[in-house]
């Protein structure tokens, strides 16, 4: 698949809740695509893949774009029926909302900059982490989270297997109610209503 700059709902951000936990990198999926097994891949696979990747900024640097307006700058660096690849451009006022990704497990790599997390906590605090550059997380299906840009300039570089094809989109009241709304991967994931 080449390369398009495209609205997704496309996300990802380290994440100390358990389900988040960083494991070892995978060295058989050190960023070449060519080599990626005709399979799913685990969420070891998808942090050494998007940590490969960030090593050989020649793969993904050409697509680094940060508009004016619009939102995040999207670009899809690879797609197959296993695993999807996207590079990620953010500002501090981008915010993703609550979200999921349904099947996927995933896993993101900051190159530049800092994203930060947010895991839901009902009735407590939501638990925030800021991710810097260099550092990578993955997480399993079951994960919920949000993420914003930290700093402006930030970048990073997410993986999914299988592919993202649906999402959950959450909004949590005041009065600690959340609600799920399924969503395309190609809808751009903002905050719906009034997330707190």
């Given at each position: 698949m080449t390369a398009t700059a495209v609205p997704t709902a496309v996300p990802e951000a380290p994440a100390p809740a358990p389900a988040a936990v960083p494991e070892a990198p995978a060295e058989?999926?050190?960023?070449d695509f060519a080599s990626l097994p005709a399979r799913d891949l685990d969420r070891r696979e998808l942090r050494g893949?998007?940590?490969?990747?960030?090593?050989?900024p020649s793969r993904w640097e050409e697509h680094v774009l940060f508009p004016e307006e619009g939102g995040r700058h999207y670009a899809s660096l690879y797609r197959d029926s296993h695993v999807d690849v996207w590079l990620l451009c953010w500002r501090p006022e981008d915010d993703t909302g609550w979200h999921d990704h349904d099947v996927s497990s995933g896993?993101?790599?900051v190159v530049a900059g800092a994203l930060r997390e947010c895991n839901p906590r009902i009735g407590g605090e939501h638990l925030e982490t800021v991710v810097p550059a260099g550092e990578s997380f993955s997480f399993g299906p079951d994960h919920i989270h949000r993420l914003t840009g930290a700093v402006h300039g930030t970048v990073s570089i997410h993986a999914y297997s299988p592919p993202l094809w649906r999402l959950g989109q959450y909004s949590i009241s005041e009065t600690g109610v959340m609600r799920r709304v399924s969503v395309s991967?190609?809808?751009?994931?903002?905050?719906?209503?009034?997330?707190?």
């Amino acid at each position: 698949m080449t390369a398009t700059a495209v609205p997704t709902a496309v996300p990802e951000a380290p994440a100390p809740a358990p389900a988040a936990v960083p494991e070892a990198p995978a060295e058989s999926a050190a960023g070449d695509f060519a080599s990626l097994p005709a399979r799913d891949l685990d969420r070891r696979e998808l942090r050494g893949l998007v940590d490969g990747l960030a090593a050989d900024p020649s793969r993904w640097e050409e697509h680094v774009l940060f508009p004016e307006e619009g939102g995040r700058h999207y670009a899809s660096l690879y797609r197959d029926s296993h695993v999807d690849v996207w590079l990620l451009c953010w500002r501090p006022e981008d915010d993703t909302g609550w979200h999921d990704h349904d099947v996927s497990s995933g896993a993101v790599r900051v190159v530049a900059g800092a994203l930060r997390e947010c895991n839901p906590r009902i009735g407590g605090e939501h638990l925030e982490t800021v991710v810097p550059a260099g550092e990578s997380f993955s997480f399993g299906p079951d994960h919920i989270h949000r993420l914003t840009g930290a700093v402006h300039g930030t970048v990073s570089i997410h993986a999914y297997s299988p592919p993202l094809w649906r999402l959950g989109q959450y909004s949590i009241s005041e009065t600690g109610v959340m609600r799920r709304v399924s969503v395309s991967y190609a809808d751009e994931l903002r905050p719906l209503d009034d997330v707190v």
